[in-house]
């Protein structure tokens, strides 16, 4: 079971992407909190179903986090649902998790359900193009954010730079409105220091990209999250 208020640091595994088993191994017994399994391109229910596979002999969190109906595979421990705050349609923040539960509701365990309000700030990611979003300026993502806190009461606000690194100064000011929902850093993070900055600020932070380009860098951003968030006062 998992509990995200609980978590520091996660490690997100895109399913159309090749991982060895010895590097799956060590990152799953690195310490991280949790493995999401998410992706924009080529994410299939065969895919899904065979990454979830190898990651059921670790004790560690799995999470789904749902981009195509088609790949909604069962057994994970929780579903995270994306609302792209941001978007210029609807689609992407009411219409297609609506279409979700017209058919999937008598599946869902609502427990292991999440909604995360995604705030996308990479102009360059591929979710920023095909969800169609606008670029926001520092009013609109801190108005963002205290929509996720207090309009929609959202239990995550997702800051996404999606392939590159963010501005620790925005993530400073958007911790500053979040005090009841979890607020989430990912993108770009490649080295360990970077990890540390982003953790001095959110809660919690998703390393992705670096598995795949450098395994060993990517594992030492787990103990220097950890390390951070010992420094500013204990576990989160």
């Not at 208020?5 to 949790?34: Q, R, Y």
């Not at 986090?65 to 421990?77: C, I, K, M, N, T």
């Not at 995360?116 to 102009?123: F, I, M, R, T």
């Amino acid at each position: 079971m998992y509990n995200i208020s609980e978590w520091d640091h996660v490690f997100k595994l895109d399913p159309n992407k090749m991982i060895t088993n010895a590097a799956l191994e060590k990152v799953c017994t690195s310490g991280t909190d949790a493995v999401i399994v998410g992706g924009t391109d080529g994410v299939t229910f065969e895919n899904v179903a065979d990454l979830l596979e190898r990651l059921e002999p670790y004790n560690v969190s799995t999470v789904l986090e749902v981009s195509d109906l088609e790949a909604v595979v069962p057994g994970f421990d929780a579903y995270f649902i994306p609302l792209v705050l941001n978007s210029r349609h609807k689609k992407w923040l009411l219409d297609v998790q609506h279409q979700a539960i017209k058919e999937y509701a008598d599946m869902i365990d609502w427990q292991d359900m999440l909604t995360e309000g995604y705030c996308v700030l990479n102009p360059e990611a591929k979710v920023y193009q095909k969800t169609d979003c606008t670029l926001p300026n520092v009013q609109d993502v801190l108005a963002y954010a205290k929509m996720a806190e207090h309009v929609f009461r959202l239990p995550v606000f997702y800051m996404e730079y999606s392939g590159t690194y963010g501005d620790p100064e925005l993530v400073k000011k958007v911790a500053r409105q979040c005090h009841h929902t979890t607020l989430v850093y990912g993108g770009g993070i490649r080295t360990k220091e970077q990890a540390e900055q982003m953790a001095e600020f959110a809660d919690v932070i998703v390393v992705g990209d670096v598995i795949y380009d450098n395994l060993e860098v990517a594992l030492e951003t787990v103990e220097a999250t950890k390390s951070m968030k010992m420094k500013d006062g204990g576990p989160s």
